[in-house]
Nanobody
Framework: QPRLVESGGGLVQAGGFLRLSCVASGSIVSIYFMGWYRQAPGKRRELVAGISTVGNTDYADSVKGRFTVSRDNAKNTVYLQMNNLKAEDTAVYYC???????????????WGQGTQVTVSS
């Protein structure tokens, strides 16, 4: 069973930075989309940033120019560099990956357990 494990969350002051990492492991043949979502209390989960296998990226308007998503395909890892953090970035951040467990099998989305990011103003 594939697993996604996030790390790098924490408490930071406004204007600071954090780097999140997410490693996919287990029975994996191929990984396609990898990305980061976040969910703040009382709000819906939203896409923060995503990256394709070949490096095409997509960002929420609220983080453009401040966050950078990247991936290392050899390590099955996706990163999120978050700069100039704001109080409104406070949320639980979830890693997501669309992956195949067997050749010719279905592509399914898997989620990490989430990591808390808290930005104090």
């Amino acid at each position: 069973q594939p697993r996604l494990v996030e790390s790098g969350g924490g408490l930071v002051q406004a204007g600071g930075f954090l780097r999140l990492s997410c490693v996919a492991s287990g029975s994996i043949v191929s990984i396609y989309f990898m990305g980061w979502y976040r969910q703040a209390p009382g709000k819906r989960r939203e896409l923060v940033a995503g990256i394709s296998t070949v490096g095409n990226t997509d960002y929420a308007d609220s983080v453009k120019g401040r966050f950078t998503v990247s991936r290392d395909n050899a390590k099955n890892t996706v990163y999120l560099q978050m700069n100039n953090l704001k109080a409104e970035d406070t949320a639980v951040y979830y890693c997501a990956a669309d992956l195949q467990r067997a050749r010719g099998g279905l592509t399914q989305r898997y989620w990490g357990q989430g990591t808390q990011v808290t930005v104090s103003s």
